[in-house]
T-cell receptor, first 111, second 113 residues
Framework: GQQLNQSPQSMFIQEGEDVSMNCTSS?????WLWYKQDPGEGPVLLIA?????ELTSNGRLTAQFGITRKDSFLNISASIPSDVGIYFCAGPQGGSEKLVFGKGTKLTVNP | NAGVTQTPKFRILKIGQSMTLQCAQDMNHNYMYWYRQDPGMGLKLIYY???????DKGEVPNGYNVSRSTTEYFPLRLELAAPSQTSVYFC????????????FGNGTRLTVT
């Protein structure tokens, strides 16, 4: 099945720094989703991308749907302590009802 | 709306025991999913359902069963618990296809010893 490869696996940054993480696939995706998971909770949707080349922002977060449809990135500007968590990319497998997830990028922000 | 509600939050099982993880959603969503999350491994799809009476296997269905008799409920059954099933289980739902995003519950942490 399709796999989503996220990088980096983990990041340790200082408060105020910008963060960039990405997700790649060997197959084309028609939708890219970015989720954040806080400790002890379920993932929460941050940004949804539906069109190749699309650039979407949600506050300090910006995500882009790659032109090739095989990648997406998420940027966080001016990080704050509450940005700590695991960030997942996800997309529909083969355009179907199944949503597959990457392994996540664990973000630690030092105050 | 309560969203997606999972019970219990925690459970410890002995090898060979059985249990049912409950999931309910009050958003009238047609699509429901069960994922398991192992440390550093992301989320793997166990089973999903596109409507009442319809279920299908995901990536890792072995050792699990599901049923979907109503739109609201999507229980996950473990018949013979094994240590490999120690994980955090998440139920999720969405209205339907057409790129609608998933809404997750807060998870059930299961330990099998």
């Amino acid at each position: 099945g399709q796999q989503l490869n996220q990088s980096p696996q983990s990041m340790f940054i200082q408060e105020g720094e910008d963060v960039s993480m990405n997700c790649t696939s060997s197959s084309i995706f028609n939708t890219w989703l970015w989720y954040k998971q806080d400790p002890g909770e379920g993932p929460v949707l941050l940004i949804a991308l539906y069109k190749a080349g699309e650039l979407t922002s949600n506050g300090r977060l910006t995500a882009q749907f790659g032109i090739t449809r095989k990648d997406s990135f998420l940027n966080i500007s001016a990080s704050i302590p509450s940005d700590v968590g695991i960030y997942f990319c996800a997309g529909p497998q083969g355009g179907s009802e199944k949503l597959v997830f990457g392994k996540g990028t664990k973000l630690t922000v030092n105050p | 709306n309560a969203g997606v509600t999972q019970t219990p939050k925690f459970r410890i099982l002995k090898i060979g025991q059985s249990m049912t993880l409950q999931c309910a959603q009050d958003m009238n969503h047609n699509y429901m999913y069960w994922y398991r999350q192992d440390p550093g491994m992301g989320l793997k799809l166990i089973y999903y359902s596109v409507g009442a009476g319809i279920t299908d296997k995901g990536e890792v269905p072995n050792g699990y069963n599901v049923s979907r008799s109503t739109t609201e409920y999507f229980p996950l059954r473990l018949e013979l618990a094994a240590p490999s099933q120690t994980s955090v289980y998440f139920c999720a739902s969405r209205p339907g296809p057409n790129n609608s995003p998933l809404h997750f519950g807060n998870g059930t942490r299961l330990t099998v010893t």
